[in-house]
């Protein structure tokens, strides 16, 4: 009993022997309920099963189980993005495989784990396979530190090999026409920076004010922006690294970017004053935003790329193909040629800007022009 309502207290013995006690409140006032109460406590006592706890490790435990509790030790350790990548291969399909097999920590051999790759390389490429053997050698390392195994059997078996990729290679002059079918359009400067600097993706849509340095001359990669999956909802994330630490780097920021930049921060703050409660400050400080603050998705740029080099006759290629070494170095030519003719695309972007913003408030609801408000947005 706690402050006058009725709660069932339960006493266990955890794996590691050490007694625990449970309260669970029943949801009943003190008076009137003292039978409802011991009904309620029998019905606990005969369902209840001892919770397990992180750290109640033993090789004796379904290795599927232990992959679950391993990652909730390594937790702290990893990255988010990294847990979230480690847990969704462990609840598809790592874990269930093993799982149907009722395999033990302890019973765990090398010929099941090549098992399990071989019939894994039937369904995914080798370098998912990979990822899944990262996972499971980090998990027995763990196991044979802490003295639940002598050896590491993923040590024995044999890593599937990378599946070769070849990526797109566009010609100089492939190269020509994409940058000036990209100008104007809210695509040039991401492309432009991953092409001319080798940015990633989520460095990209990572890139804010305070990585370019005006004064000095430098833009620097200092976080990224990626796409997680955690408790079956997908999220963007922003984190305070890139994917390796080779990958902090400062490079300098060339006269014809420095100028480009400007005039998108130039623009942003317009966008500010004329759109007020209608801006998102959510991503204040992001360079990559849409007139309404709004920051660029990372799905957004992933499929919109390639479906635009289509609808204007060029190869498809990947985002990602754009920070290749030969496309930086053909790259390096004709950003430089096209950068003082595209210097104009913003200013008609900002009076664009202005005209809607002014719509949206004052409600002109019969113009033609919709407000950026109702307008798709990055998505």
């Known amino acids: 009993m706690k402050n006058g309502r009725y709660y069932a207290v339960l006493n266990y013995r955890n794996a590691g022997g050490q007694r625990k006690t449970k309260w669970i409140a029943l949801g009943l006032p003190e008076k009137g309920n003292k039978r409802k109460a011991e009904a309620e406590l029998a019905k606990l006592r005969a369902e209840f099963e001892p919770p397990k706890e992180v750290g109640d490790l ?19 350790r990893l990255a988010v993005a990294t847990y979230s990548s ?75 090999r990378k599946n070769s990729f070849q990526p797109v290679f566009l010609s100089a002059e492939e ?5 000036e079918a990209l100008r ?3 695509l040039e400067l991401p492309v432009l920076v991953a092409a001319f600097y080798g940015f990633r993706r989520g460095e ?7 990585a370019i340095d005006f004064e000095r001359g430098t833009i620097s990669v200092i976080r990224t922006v990626t796409t997680i999956t955690l408790d079956g909802k997908q999220a963007e994330i922003e984190q305070q690294s890139a994917k390796t630490k080779s990958s902090l780097r400062t490079l300098p920021l060339i006269g014809s970017f420095r100028e480009y930049f400007m005039q998108v921060k130039e623009a942003q703050e317009l966008n500010k004053q004329v759109c007020g409660n209608c801006y998102n400050y959510e991503y204040d400080g992001f360079v990559f935003v849409d007139e309404l603050g709004e920051r660029m998705r990372v799905e ?12 204007h006759g060029l190869r498809r290629m990947r985002f990602h193909d754009l920070r290749h070494p030969y496309v930086k170095h053909t790259t390096k030519i004709f950003s430089l040629r096209l950068m ?11 009076r664009k800007t202005r005209g809607a913003c002014q719509l949206h408030r004052g409600g002109q ?15």
């Open 340 to 350: 003082d003719f595209q210097a104009q695309a913003y200013p008609d972007a900002r």
């Open 86 to 160: 480690y847990a969704a291969m462990i609840k598809m399909p790592v874990g269930p495989y093993f799982r149907q097999r009722n395999l033990t920590l302890r019973e765990l051999e090398a010929r099941h784990l090549q098992m399990f790759y071989s019939e894994m390389l039937r369904k995914v490429k080798p370098n998912t396979v990979i990822h899944y053997h990262a996972i499971i050698h980090s998990a027995l390392k763990y196991a044979v530190k802490t003295d639940m195994l002598i050896q590491n059997v993923a040590d024995k078996v044999d890593r599937p």
């Open 204 to 210: 990209v849509l990572g890139l804010k004010w305070d």
């Open 300 to 311: 957004y740029l992933t499929n919109a790329f390639p479906k635009f080099l289509e609808s």
């Open 175 to 179: 190269m020509q026409k994409m940058f």
């Open 365 to 379: 609801s019969q113009s033609p022009v919709r407000p950026l408000c109702n307008r798709k947005r990055f998505s």
């Open 58 to 76: 033993s090789s004796d435990m379904l290795f599927a189980d232990y992959l679950l509790e391993w990652l909730e030790i390594a937790k702290g």
């Open 184 to 186: 104007g359009t809210k």
